[in-house]
């Protein structure tokens, strides 16, 4: 199972966290993925982390403003989102699966996502 927290509404320019939480015996089998979906848009690929938090992807759109990590001791993976933008409001889901990919079909568990809300 997979609980997202840490959604909220933020003014342009600020920073949030976000925080998935895993539970289970097996959470460093598993990449994590974030994603993303906006009203009336696809579901899309933010960021992902393997499972020894060594390798990290991001797409153009976040890199260099977000920044994923995990931490295996407490099960729990972190998006970091700075500078964020009306672009970013969104619902954001967490994800784990076999690898790291930007795909949706390669992740296996889904959390039921925390909204965030980005407006002046």
């Known amino acids: 199972q997979l609980v997202e927290s840490g959604g909220g509404l933020v003014q342009p320019g600020d920073s949030l966290s976000l925080s998935c939480a895993a539970s289970?015996?097996?959470?460093?089998?598993?990449?994590v993925g974030w994603f993303r979906q906006a009203p009336g848009k696809e579901r899309e690929f933010v960021a992902s982390?393997?499972?020894?938090?060594?390798?990290?992807h991001y797409s153009d759109s976040v890199k260099g403003r977000f920044t994923i990590s995990r931490d295996n001791a407490k099960a729990t993976v972190y998006l970091q989102m700075d500078s964020l933008n009306s672009d970013d409001t969104a619902v954001y889901y967490c994800?784990?699966?076999?690898?790291?990919?930007?795909?949706?079909?390669?992740?296996?568990?889904w959390g039921r996502g925390t909204q965030v809300t980005v407006s002046s």
């Open positions: 982390v393997s499972r020894g938090g060594s390798n990290t």
């Open positions: 289970g015996r097996f959470f460093t089998s598993y990449a």
């Open positions: 994800a784990a699966g076999g690898v790291p990919t930007a795909t949706i079909r390669h992740y296996t568990y």
